[in-house]
Structures are given as structure tokens and as C-alpha cells.
């Protein structure tokens, strides 16, 4: 059971190039999550999707796209890479009917 | 609309002394809380959480809240620092009656020195 797993760890894109970060859960999560991480500002919701074949925007979708694949994955794609987009990406998932959400280790991103 | 305010970006305790980090909500439904912990270059981790049952909560690695409506509070406490205490802190609530949404604080950040 790995939990949530992202790919890749960490990433460098020169401004205007795209990307797209994995996410997957084995938990059978139903709810997965994009937030973005910058000093002093918490954590700030970027989309989520509540189950299979659902997306929602977050506090800060701009710039982004998303694909949830399956109930296992949840991608996030970067069509022009801007350097505000510099950040730490934590994807999580949570089971309907629960409580917490479960964490990955985050992808740190730099654009040039 | 909920909110969440953390006071106190940075906290230095020494080792062994008491932990208090402050958080302090506004909600217009019965929130649901949590505190989560975040390691250095490691993602987020739930200590604890609020659900509407017992006001005070045990969590992991000896912390604990306290929910006080009446102060629209949940401070989180720990008797005796770690220097392995030493992290971000984040405090949150659930937007929504079905927490699929949270609202986050800004984090404090602990630093435990020895």
C-alpha cells in the first residue's frame, strides 16, 4: 500500500513550456485534490475532484488543467508554464464519509 | 464563508517546555477541525482532528486540542516539546458538511530548541 504517489519529485521548465504531474492513490479514494504550496501562503486549492469523471475549480485554477483519469489518477497539467507557477504541488485524496485527507510528497517545481 | 487564522507564523519553544500553537475559525456550519503536521521536504500528515465529538482531542505524538465554541478556537498543545516537534503547522476546517474541501491557515512554524 504506497499511498499517494507523485511523479516527479522535482521538475525545471523554462517559461512557456507544458507538463503534466501525476498523482495516484491505492487507497480506492473516492475525492482527489491539487493544492499548491508557497511561503506564506499555506496551502491554496487548485482543483479537486470529488469522484471518477468529476472536476471542480479550487481557489487558484488559473493556468491549469486536470484530467482524472480513473479512481486511482488524477493529473495536473501545466499548458504554459509561467514562473508564478514556481511551487511545491501536493496532491491528496480522501475517502467520502472520512475525515482526513491523505497526503503525497509533493512535486517541487521551478520555471524560468 | 469559513476562514482560518493561525497567529503566530514562527513559535520557538525550548525542549521540554509546554507547545501551545493558535488557531482561531469562523464557520457558518459545525466545523469540522484539523491539525496537520508537516516535516521539512515531506508532505502533510494529519495529527488530529475535531468531528463534533469529544471537544478535547488527542492526536498523534502526544498533541492535543481543545475545540471552545464559545471562542471559535482550536488551539493545539503538547506538555513537553521534542526537538522532533520541530515543523509547520497547519491548522484547518471544512468548508463543506461533507469535508471535501478544507480551508487552511497559513502554518506556524515550530522551531525547538534544545
Known amino acids: 500500500n504506497a499511498g499517494v504517489t507523485q511523479t516527479p519529485k522535482f521538475q525545471v521548465l523554462k517559461t512557456g513550456q507544458s507538463m503534466t504531474l501525476q498523482c495516484a492513490q491505492d487507497?480506492?479514494?473516492?475525492?482527489m485534490y491539487w493544492y499548491r504550496q508557497d511561503p506564506g501562503m499555506g496551502l491554496r486549492l487548485i482543483y479537486y475532484s470529488a469522484s471518477e469523471g468529476t472536476t471542480d475549480k479550487g481557489e487558484v485554477p488559473n493556468g491549469y488543467n486536470v484530467s482524472r483519469l480513473n479512481k486511482r489518477e488524477f493529473s495536473l497539467r501545466l499548458e504554459s508554464a509561467a514562473p508564478s507557477q514556481t511551487s511545491v504541488y501536493f496532491c491528496?485524496?480522501?475517502?467520502?464519509?472520512?475525515?482526513?485527507?491523505?497526503f503525497g510528497p509533493g512535486t517541487r517545481l521551478t520555471v524560468t | 464563508a469559513q476562514s482560518v487564522t493561525q497567529l503566530g507564523s514562527h513559535v520557538s519553544v525550548s525542549e521540554g517546555a509546554l507547545v501551545l500553537l493558535r488557531c482561531n475559525y469562523s464557520s457558518s456550519v459545525p466545523p469540522y477541525l484539523f491539525w496537520y503536521v508537516q516535516y521539512p521536504n515531506q508532505g502533510l500528515q494529519l495529527l488530529l482532528k475535531?468531528?463534533?465529538?469529544a471537544t478535547l482531542v488527542k492526536g498523534i505524538n502526544g498533541f492535543e486540542a481543545e475545540f471552545k465554541k464559545s471562542e471559535t478556537s482550536f488551539h493545539l498543545t503538547k506538555p513537553s516539546a521534542h526537538m522532533s516537534d520541530a515543523a509547520e503547522y497547519f491548522c484547518?476546517?471544512?468548508?463543506?458538511?461533507?469535508?471535501?474541501?478544507?480551508?487552511w491557515g497559513l502554518g506556524t512554524s515550530l522551531a525547538v530548541n534544545p
Open positions: 487507497m480506492n479514494h473516492n475525492s
Open positions: 484547518a476546517v471544512s468548508e463543506d458538511g461533507n469535508n471535501r474541501k478544507l480551508i
Open positions: 475535531y468531528t463534533s465529538a
Open positions: 491528496a485524496s480522501l475517502v467520502t464519509g472520512k475525515y482526513e485527507q491523505y
